[in-house]
């Protein structure tokens, strides 16, 4: 009998399988909820952290980094919250505290709320007062103001915690980041109702609150009610009051506050100078800004970093970049530390001078040895600007490619843009080219943060290209214009011409399309240019094509054009086609290269198209063009083409042109000796009658034919004709009359 082997829902781990493999196996059967339904990697993460291989050694982790690692990388569902109780079955305020800390630390300050609500809730936690000390401040930061403040008045009374005044300051401070400063005031007037006695801290908090939205007599009221309650304000409360009323630019009050300090026994620190600083910079007094710089050495307070950043860049605000460069270089001399906004403060100045663009550069070296980074990325833009304008080509690209080395400095776009602007005015068209490649490997064109650039920047290097045998590269680089929104007639044209010239008139032909349907106008030139192009591949076909495109888009093709394109169509067999043309051109009332004409005509009549020959012959009189139509008869009739002879000559008859009686005797002999007599008498009939005068001879012989072909009536018609149209005069040099 064959044994049969049973197949075990889940892999056998060991003989004592882990308590997680435990309770994959216990709840093997157990329905699962479809929120809580994982992915197959997510069963394989899961059993990685529960099931260790046995003879791999586990690196040991804090467990709350093991927690955090796991509800970062997976949805939260019951399992999870299974899985967290599996590794810890209670849950401790370090290890709560010590998640909420790494997932604040990773910027999931939802994360770090959810597991607080999870431990809580359903984990059998009970929160400290140092618990909701570390999450509140935590989402106020984040702006979770709402989720904070709940716990706050409503979680923290119901574990029986009351709220510090510390914790509740920091909610009344994110309240005025966020720019809510009424929602702070509130939390301020309830503390009293909380059982929380305000200091220092929480008026400072609220006064900052209220200036950030320059509510200035507010924060007098409640600087004046901190002194009734008898809370000593502290260095941090003169600091913040000067700084709010310097935002509002009430320099009287900031000064105010600033001699009331002494008066209440606090000193002022090198903080409260510097924001004293600021407010006069602010103010744009910088008279009694310098007056407060040169009193902190007096006053036993070292000038540090912040008080010269502040002055330099007051200095540069106003146009003193003199005095900035002094200050500049007396933080070198006292070694004072030169930080990413000294150099930011100092930069716009240096860079907006032309006589300061040497000392700018000097600069920039030595921010890249400071390893600093410009906070103000415009500098870069600046000074680039500057130096081309200068004529400093070569210090521009040395500029620009030092931009590129700094960290986190992605080079804007508008400086490309003056650099190749620059480049190609000043000839040096090769660097120019360079400077197009570099941004567009780096793909800063297509960036959604990425202004469009000028059409003065980019058109001369797209002129450039197109005229040295690269228009692809020219069409690559304005495609991506084209994706900004960049709808430039002169770049379209300049590609057409491009192409053109290259020999590609069909990547012109494509730009052309696009150009009707954005209803962008074109340039004659272009056009020509593409015609040409067509014909000198013996694509006469297009050629004609793009002719008609031109006169659709208003312009007027020259007559050597129009000949140009009717020749090639003629000498490739296309006569209807050519016949076209010079239908157009006759149309625009081009009179010229009639040569080609007859020739089109002439083949037309040969090939059997008498009506629309007859109609080129008929638009070309109207049009003030009269063919050489006895050129015309005459050949045909050379040719044994009687019968399209006759046509053309009734037709001649018919509208009286002027053409030679000896002409009319060409066609009348023609048509005898093909023995067309009908036509023949038909025709003489309208000479005749019109009072021309023709060959006796020939009319004694027609006479005789009708006869003995038994057209008696036609016989005597044309014998009647002849008898009262006899000749009175000699027949030499006369032609048919035109008005008989």
């Known amino acids: 009998m064959a044994r049969r082997h049973l197949r075990l829902p889940f892999p056998l781990l060991s003989r004592n399988p882990t308590p997680l493999a435990r309770h994959a196996l216990c709840t093997s059967t157990l329905e699962t909820p479809a929120a809580a339904v994982e992915t197959p990697e997510q069963a394989t993460e899961e059993a990685v952290e529960g099931a260790a291989a046995p003879n791999l050694p586990r690196r040991e982790e804090p467990l709350h980094e093991t927690i955090l ?73 984040r702006r979770m103001l709402n989720h904070a403040r709940c716990l706050l008045l ?71 009610a901190m002194i009734a309650d008898g809370v000593a304000p502290d260095v941090s409360t003169y600091n913040t009051l000067i700084w709010g009323f310097g935002l509002c630019k009430k320099m009287e009050s900031a000064v105010r506050v600033f001699g009331d300090m002494k008066g209440h026994g606090v000193t002022p620190d090198v903080t409260t100078y510097n924001t004293l600083l600021n407010a006069w910079v602010r103010a744009g007094d910088l008279e009694s800004a310098r007056k407060v710089f040169d009193e902190m050495t007096g006053a036993g307070i070292e000038r540090n970093s912040v008080s010269y950043n502040v002055m330099i860049r007051g200095y540069v605000a106003s146009g003193k970049v003199e005095e900035a460069v002094g200050l500049f270089t007396e933080m070198g001399e006292k070694g004072v530390r030169l930080s990413e906004k000294t150099f930011a403060a100092l930069m716009p100045g240096l860079c907006d001078d032309q006589g300061k663009v040497a000392e700018a550069q000097k600069a920039i070296d030595n921010m890249a040895e400071r390893r600093l980074t410009p906070k103000d990325k415009s500098v870069f833009l600046r000074l680039v600007t500057t130096l081309c304008r200068a004529g400093d080509l070569d210090g521009a690209l040395e500029v620009h490619r030092k931009s590129g080395k700094f960290k986190h400095v992605l080079v804007d776009l508008r400086q490309y843009g003056v650099l190749m602007e620059g480049l190609c005015a000043g000839r040096k068209f090769d660097s120019a080219v360079e400077v197009l490649d570099e941004l567009m490997e780096k793909g800063t064109l297509l960036s959604p943060k990425s202004p469009v650039l000028e059409a003065s920047a980019y058109n001369p290097v797209i002129e450039h290209l197109c005229n040295n045998g690269s228009t692809n590269k020219a069409e690559t680089f304005f495609r991506q214009l084209m994706k900004k929104g960049v709808d430039d007639k002169v770049a379209f044209n300049n590609l057409i011409r491009g192409h053109a010239k290259e020999g590609v008139p069909e990547a012109a032909q494509e730009i052309l399309t696009i150009m009707a349907r954005r209803g962008i106008p ?82 037309l009549f040969m090939r059997g198209h008498v009506e629309e020959a007859i109609g080129r012959v008929n638009l070309m009189v109207e049009n003030g063009c009269m063919p050489d139509l006895d050129k015309l ?36 002999e023609a048509l005898y000796t093909e023995e067309k007599t009908l036509p023949a008498y038909s025709m003489l009939c309208k000479i005749k009658n019109k009072g021309g005068v023709v060959d006796q001879k020939g009319c004694d012989a027609l006479l005789e034919s009708l006869k003995s072909e038994g057209y008696s009536k036609q016989a005597d018609i044309l014998s009647r004709i002849l008898m009262e149209n006899a000749p009175s005069t000699s027949k030499k040099g006369k032609r048919v009359a035109m008005g008989a």
């Open 69 to 141: 690692h796991m509800i970062r990388r997976r949805p939260w569902t019951t399992r999870l919250e299974t899985s967290i109780r599996l590794h810890s079955p209670s849950l401790d305020a370090p290890l709560v505290h010590g998640v909420i800390s790494g997932a604040a630390a990773t910027g999931r300050a939802d994360l770090a709320l959810q597991f607080f609500r999870f431990a809580y809730r359903r984990a059998g936690f009970r929160p400290e007062p140092a618990t909701f000390a570390l999450l509140v401040p935590i989402l106020a930061s």
């Open 522 to 603: 074109t340039d004659p030139e272009s056009h020509a240019l593409l015609v040409n192009s067509f014909l000198k591949k013996n694509e006469p076909a297009d050629a004609k094509i793009a002719l008609d495109s031109m006169m659709e888009q208003g312009h007027l093709p020259s007559p050597s054009l129009f000949k140009s394109v009717m020749v090639a169509l003629f000498n490739d067999g296309r006569v209807q086609t050519a016949s076209r043309v010079l239908k157009s051109m006759i149309e625009k009332r081009v009179t010229e290269n009639m040569d080609i004409a007859h020739k089109i005509l002439e083949t």
């Open 633 to 668: 008869l005459v050949g045909l009739c050379e040719n044994d083409r009687v019968m399209e002879a006759q046509k053309l000559a009734d037709f001649a008859l018919d509208r009286d042109f002027d053409v030679g009686f000896s002409t009319y005797d060409r066609v009348l």
């Open 154 to 224: 409503d979680t923290m009374p119901s574990f029986s915690i009351a709220p510090d005044e510390a914790t509740l300051a920091a909610l009344i401070a994110a309240y005025g980041k966020a720019a809510i400063p009424q929602e702070a005031v509130k939390l301020f007037r309830m503390m009293p109702d909380l059982g929380i006695p305000r200091t220092a801290l929480s008026y400072n908090a609220v006064l900052k609150a209220i200036l950030c939205r320059g509510r200035e007599a507010m924060a007098r009221r409640i600087y004046n």
